[in-house]
């Protein structure tokens, strides 16, 4: 996600011409998502028309537009149908900051997408960002290919030449967008150090690693392209950075003989706020030797672990890392020897983390009866562990968390273990940051606080659901969240909807425009109801 929003100054004050820049004339976005425009939606929440006008846009897609308009026939409730005309093409309205390619490759294309009201790219929401449009992405010639194509250079080189540790980066320097200063990370001691003429944000997330190879297996399953990835020259040495960095992550706090191991990553920052350092003097919570498990310092809410092996990140990067092993390499670079052992030694890798995720990130709760004595235990996932057999036992909004887990696919959403987990992530009684309320209740995390839900976390809910009640619930809860502006919101206050955080989430729209079109695939009769 993104720091703190008042902390970052932006220094961008000239903006050069660049392929994509939208006429000076344009209103600020990070403004106009904040004000209500006409046309209202006919419904009662009266929504906003919140896409910029046509000459605004970052970039404009037939086959979105197309889908928008055909929508209309699909989804009864206007309001309803407003929120997907406003949020689904979100991404491509305002956030492709700027396309071109290569300087030192002319035939390499670059897409810079940003997260919303900072000039910098993160490699998950960037990632997410595409994902929504995976559905319409048929082959390697639309328009929309070349956009994931572009993401998936820029994140190459941005895992090779400017950190693999690093979660948020600065402008391609042939977009001649000046740096972003990050003044929140002024006081930042990081190792590795970093460039921050390269890098906007140094919190190494091992679900950052995944979300590039979330992409790219995206990428090549929905076209075919394969020629994309055996002719580009970064993708492969990428991917040998992204596991580099892992394996040297699985380093543990302690040598057999007892003495501190010097740790690949360290972070510290001078703060108020707990979650955006690492404890022990940037090494963060001791982690066990022998465990398998990846560690990560930050969650991906760019909030710091309490312990290092996150759960969610690491069934995120089990699954990708085998996506990538059997779809990409094996396919790509398989006719060499180099090749196929490469892809068999990451296909190991990737089923070994997947055991230790069974093995360490299961574990056994009590089973409270209702005059509060423990009957029996259960076994649920856990969001983080330390090895040493303390558990975190809780959920964060942001994906990869534990709810989003049938999403990326690491397990089935009728999965015993993944239902008693769900069970107790959607109640207050068993996870901290479940927060209920009459506006909507939803998880949240300790990035937006106790007493805020996350929209993007009732998204998630109803795409792992099969159950119509739980998923027009939700929707209705959605519905009523938007302030009358129409976006997705990061987080909104459960008893009081005018109360929220971020008018600008590219992400959360796109996610929620994926829902529509996960509901209409599955079950198209919701899409038919009236929520009013
Ligand atoms: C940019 O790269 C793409 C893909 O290789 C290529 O088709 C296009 O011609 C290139 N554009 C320029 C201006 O070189
Ligand atoms: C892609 O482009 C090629 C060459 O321009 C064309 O022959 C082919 O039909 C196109 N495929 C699709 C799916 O549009």
Same mark, same amino acid.
């Given at each position: 996600?993104?720091?703190?929003?008042?902390?970052?100054?932006?220094?961008?004050?000239?903006?050069?011409?660049?392929?994509?820049?939208?006429?000076?004339?344009?209103?600020?976005?990070? $403004?106009?998502?904040?004000t209500?425009h006409?046309?209202?939606?006919?419904g009662?929440?009266?929504?906003?028309?919140?896409r910029?006008?046509?000459?605004?846009?970052?970039?404009?897609?037939?086959?979105?537009?197309?889908?928008?308009?055909?929508? $209309?026939?699909?989804?009864?409730? *206007?309001?309803?149908?407003?929120?997907?005309?406003?949020?689904?093409?979100?991404?491509?309205?305002?956030?492709?900051?700027?396309?071109?390619?290569?300087?030192?490759?002319?035939?390499?294309?670059?897409?810079?997408?940003?997260?919303g009201?900072?000039?910098?790219?993160?490699?998950?929401?960037?990632?997410?960002?595409?994902?929504?449009?995976?559905?319409?992405?048929?082959?390697?010639?639309?328009?929309?290919?070349?956009?994931?194509?572009?993401?998936?250079?820029?994140?190459?080189?941005?895992?090779?030449?400017?950190? *693999?540790?690093?979660?948020?980066?600065?402008?391609?320097?042939?977009?001649?967008i000046?740096?972003?200063?990050?003044s929140?990370?002024?006081?930042?001691?990081?190792? *590795?150090?970093?460039?921050?003429?390269?890098?906007?944000?140094?919190?190494y997330?091992?679900?950052?690693?995944?979300?590039?190879?979330?992409?790219?297996?995206?990428?090549?399953?929905?076209t075919?392209?394969?020629?994309?990835?055996?002719?580009?020259?970064?993708?492969?040495?990428?991917?040998?950075?992204?596991?580099?960095?892992?394996?040297?992550?699985q380093?543990?706090?302690?040598? *057999?003989?007892?003495?501190v191991?010097?740790?690949?990553?360290?972070?510290?920052?001078?703060?108020?706020?707990?979650? $955006?350092?690492?404890?022990?003097?940037?090494?963060?919570?001791?982690?066990?030797?022998?465990?398998?498990?990846?560690?990560?310092?930050?969650?991906?809410?760019?909030?710091?672990?309490?312990?290092?092996?996150?759960?969610?990140?690491?069934?995120?990067?089990?699954?990708?890392?085998g996506?990538?092993a059997?779809?990409?390499?094996?396919?790509?670079?398989?006719?060499?020897?180099?090749?196929?052992?490469?892809a068999?030694?990451?296909?190991?890798?990737?089923?070994?983390?997947?055991?230790?995720?069974e093995?360490?990130?299961?574990?056994?709760?009590?089973?409270?009866?209702?005059?509060?004595?423990?009957?029996?235990?259960?076994?649920?996932y856990?969001?983080?562990?330390?090895?040493?057999?303390?558990?975190?036992?809780?959920?964060?909004?942001?994906?990869?968390?534990?709810?989003s887990?049938?999403?990326?696919?690491?397990?089935?959403?009728?999965?015993?273990?993944?239902?008693r987990?769900?069970?107790?992530?959607?109640?207050?009684?068993?996870?901290?940051?479940?927060?209920?309320?009459?506006?909507?209740?939803?998880v949240?995390?300790?990035?937006?606080?106790?007493?805020?839900?996350w929209?993007?976390?009732?998204?998630?809910?109803?795409?792992?659901?099969?159950?119509?009640?739980?998923?027009a619930?939700?929707?209705?809860?959605?519905?009523?969240?938007?302030?009358?502006?129409?976006l997705?919101?990061?987080?909104v206050?459960?008893?009081?909807?005018?109360?929220?955080?971020?008018?600008?989430?590219?992400w959360?729209?796109?996610?929620?425009?994926?829902?529509?079109?996960?509901?209409?695939?599955?079950?198209?009769?919701?899409?038919?109801?009236?929520?009013?």
């Amino acid at each position: 996600m993104k720091p703190n929003s008042l902390s970052i100054i932006t220094l961008s004050l000239l903006v050069p011409k660049t392929a994509t820049s939208v006429p000076p004339s344009c209103p600020d976005y990070s $403004e106009y998502s904040k004000t209500r425009h006409e046309p209202f939606s006919s419904g009662r929440y009266a929504l906003s028309y919140a896409r910029p006008p046509l000459q605004c846009r970052t970039f404009s897609s037939p086959e979105v537009e197309s889908l928008i308009t055909l929508m $209309e026939s699909e989804i009864s409730d *206007p309001d309803l149908y407003r929120l997907f005309q406003n949020t689904y093409p979100n991404t491509l309205d305002t956030a492709i900051r700027w396309r071109g390619n290569s300087s030192t490759n002319p035939l390499e294309e670059l897409t810079f997408i940003i997260t919303g009201d900072i000039d910098a790219m993160w490699l998950r929401d960037s990632a997410n960002q595409l994902q929504s449009y995976l559905p319409l992405l048929a082959s390697s010639n639309s328009s929309l290919s070349s956009l994931f194509r572009g993401v998936i250079n820029l994140q190459s080189r941005y895992l090779l030449t400017s950190s *693999p540790y690093c979660n948020s980066f600065q402008p391609p320097s042939e977009s001649r967008i000046p740096p972003s200063a990050n003044s929140a990370a002024d006081s930042d001691d990081v190792f *590795p150090p970093y460039d921050p003429s390269r890098v906007f944000e140094c919190k190494y997330e091992l679900d950052s690693l995944a979300a590039f190879l979330q992409l790219s297996v995206s990428y090549i399953q929905a076209t075919g392209d394969a020629d994309f990835f055996s002719s580009s020259l970064t993708w492969l040495p990428a991917l040998k950075a992204v596991l580099e960095t892992a394996r040297s992550m699985q380093t543990p706090t302690y040598s *057999p003989e007892g003495s501190v191991l010097p740790s690949p990553y360290r972070f510290t920052r001078l703060t108020r706020r707990q979650t $955006e350092t690492l404890s022990n003097d940037g090494l963060g919570g001791p982690v066990a030797s022998g465990t398998g498990l990846i560690r990560s310092a930050f969650r991906p809410s760019d909030d710091s672990t309490l312990h290092q092996f996150l759960i969610p990140s690491n069934m995120m990067f089990a699954r990708y890392l085998g996506l990538a092993a059997s779809s990409i390499v094996e396919r790509c670079f398989g006719d060499e020897d180099a090749g196929s052992e490469f892809a068999s030694a990451l296909l190991k890798f990737s089923s070994d983390l997947r055991s230790a995720i069974e093995t360490h990130g299961v574990v056994p709760v009590p089973v409270l009866a209702a005059d509060g004595s423990a009957t029996r235990t259960e076994t649920v996932y856990a969001y983080e562990v330390d090895g040493f057999g303390s558990a975190n036992l809780m959920d964060d909004a942001n994906v990869p968390s534990l709810l989003s887990a049938p999403l990326f696919g690491y397990l089935a959403a009728s999965d015993p273990a993944y239902r008693r987990t769900r069970e107790r992530i959607l109640s207050q009684a068993a996870n901290g940051y479940f927060m209920k309320g009459p506006v909507i209740s939803a998880v949240g995390g300790p990035h937006a606080g106790p007493g805020m839900a996350w929209p993007m976390a009732s998204i998630v809910r109803i795409m792992t659901s099969d159950d119509d009640d739980e998923i027009a619930g939700a929707l209705k809860e959605l519905l009523a969240s938007t302030d009358g502006l129409g976006l997705m919101h990061e987080s909104v206050n459960t008893f009081d909807a005018s109360k929220w955080t971020r008018q600008w989430f590219s992400w959360a729209n796109g996610l929620f425009g994926q829902m529509i079109l996960d509901l209409r695939a599955r079950k198209p009769h919701i899409l038919r109801q009236n929520f009013q």
